[in-house]
Nanobody
Framework: QVQLVESGGGLVPAGGSLRLSCVVS????????MGWFRHPPGKEREFVAA????????TYTDSVKGRFTISRDNAKNTVGLQMSSLKPEDSAVYYC???????????????????WGQGTQVTVSS
């Protein structure tokens, strides 16, 4: 059974930074491409960033490029999302997700992922 647990959310003023972490247990972490998604209030859940199993390739949604960085530590079964220059519109519940196999590829759609965490709330005050 693969389980994902996010942490690191909180309340931060606009312009501030936060680092989210997601620890994955079960399975072979390095074989899972990973993604971060967010669900803003009143909107659909949306893609934020993704990373291949090796960590060599990443992709981001346009609104976070240059501000957010996804990374992973395969020795610690952890994927992180460093968020800087935060804006009120970044406020959302953030989820990490894992996909079985295809470790060399990047995935941006929710329905491509197999496992999800419970989410962590990020609130950016103006």
């Amino acid at each position: 059974q693969v389980q994902l647990v996010e942490s690191g959310g909180g309340l931060v003023p606009a312009g501030g930074s936060l680092r989210l972490s997601c620890v994955v247990s079960g399975g072979t972490f390095s074989s899972y491409p990973m993604g971060w998604f967010r669900h803003p209030p009143g909107k659909e859940r949306e893609f934020v960033a993704a990373i291949t199993g090796s960590g060599r390739l990443t992709t981001y949604t346009d609104s976070v490029k240059g501000r957010f960085t996804i990374s992973r530590d395969n020795a610690k079964n952890t994927v992180g999302l460093q968020m800087s220059s935060l804006k009120p519109e970044d406020s959302a519940v953030y989820y990490c997700a894992a996909k079985k196999g295809w470790d060399w590829a990047l995935f941006r759609r929710e329905n491509e992922y197999d496992y999800w965490g419970q989410g962590t709330q990020v609130t950016v005050s103006s």
